[in-house]
């Protein structure tokens, strides 16, 4: 298992419509580590850290996130491990 972390930053509508409550849900499912918190711009920041497969996951399901958001974005930068646990909303 290689554990890997990426910070990934997702625009379009993507605040005010659950987007950090489902990303929280399926960051959990995946067991994927990290958090999620809205920016002041109006993108969606997303710490995604774990095994390489799980993150890849999550990464494709932010294309495109709930029904109820429309994601036009999504920029991503590798980072080291930190070794988070849990996955947080802020």
Sequence with gaps: ??????????????????????????????GVRGYVRNL??????????????????????LRTGPDTAHVTGLQQEEIAPRGVHGFETW
């Design 40 to 61: 002041p711009d109006g993108r969606v920041e997303v710490l995604a850290e774990g095994d390489s497969g799980a993150v890849r996951q999550l990464l494709a399901w």
């Design 1 to 30: 298992m290689t554990i890997i972390a990426k910070k990934i930053w997702v625009g379009g509508r993507v605040q005010g419509v659950g987007f950090r409550y489902y990303t929280q849900c399926e960051a959990e499912r995946l």
